[in-house]
């Protein structure tokens, strides 16, 4: 089992630039989140897909979008980066099954995004 | 709105020393509670998880949490660290066990010799 792999590693962009970061979840699992980590912070809720739809969303504006395709494999888009976007963005993969507990989120190793 | 604090940014213990890191949280319903661990540069590795049933949890690498309700805390604890024990430490709270995840800023920890 890979667990859930993220790609690129790193990343290193100029301002006003996008970037495509990607993440396929573990095996078995149905939903993918994002998460942003600045330095010295904890993980940020970014979005949730499920289903190819995003289902949540966290206080993020709108140059942060996601999709997530029919393989459960995801991609987080950011438009117009800014340097205070800077940070480890960390992909979590699980498996969502209303009415049970569900299992918890395995995360990929992440994205260092550097924006110059 | 659901929050996480840890007290705690930076905690330094001799190896073979007990370690206790503080959790407290923030939440309408039953929480359901988990310790992450995250060594330098890379992703967060779950400890151990607490969602229902015996308040008190074991995880991996002899680490163990208590669910204390009555003080909203999900503290860890662990009663001999190693050295490859060093690392940062995060507490997060969540909804149905695999919905978004709020999480504490984190605790360092440092071992010494």
């Known amino acids: 089992d890979a667990g859930v792999t993220q790609s690129p590693t790193h990343l290193i962009k100029t301002r006003g630039q996008q970037v495509t970061l990607r993440c396929s979840p573990k095996?078995?699992?149905?939903?993918v989140s994002w998460y942003q980590q600045a330095l010295g912070q904890g993980p940020q809720f970014i979005f949730q897909?499920?289903?190819?739809?995003?289902?949540q969303r966290g206080n993020f504006p709108d140059r942060f979008s996601g999709h997530q395709f029919p393989n459960y494999s995801s991609e987080l888009n950011v438009n117009a980066l800014l340097l205070g976007d800077s940070a480890l963005y960390l992909c979590?993969?699980?498996?969502?099954?209303?009415?049970?507990?569900?299992?918890?989120?395995?995360f990929g190793q992440g994205t260092r995004l550097t924006v110059v | 709105a659901q929050s996480v604090t840890q007290p705690d940014i930076h905690i330094t213990v001799s190896e073979g020393a007990s370690l206790e890191l503080r959790c407290n949280y923030s939440?309408?319903?039953?929480?359901?509670l988990f310790w992450y661990v995250q060594s330098p540069g890379q992703g967060l590795q779950l400890l151990l998880k607490?969602?229902?049933?015996?308040?008190l949890v074991q995880g991996i690498k002899g680490f163990e949490a208590e669910f204390k309700r009555s003080q909203s805390s999900f503290n860890l604890r662990k009663p001999s660290v190693h050295w490859s024990d060093a690392a940062e430490y995060f507490c997060?709270?969540?909804?149905?066990?695999?919905?978004?995840?709020?999480f504490g800023t984190g605790t360092r920890l440092t071992i010494i010799p």
């Open positions: 979590a993969s699980s498996l969502l099954d209303r009415g049970r507990d569900g299992t918890e989120a395995f």
């Open positions: 095996s078995g699992h149905d939903t």
């Open positions: 897909y499920y289903e190819e739809e995003e289902r």
């Open positions: 939440y309408g319903a039953t929480p359901y």
């Open positions: 607490y969602f229902s049933g015996d308040t």
């Open positions: 997060a709270v969540g909804a149905f066990g695999n919905e978004k995840l709020t």
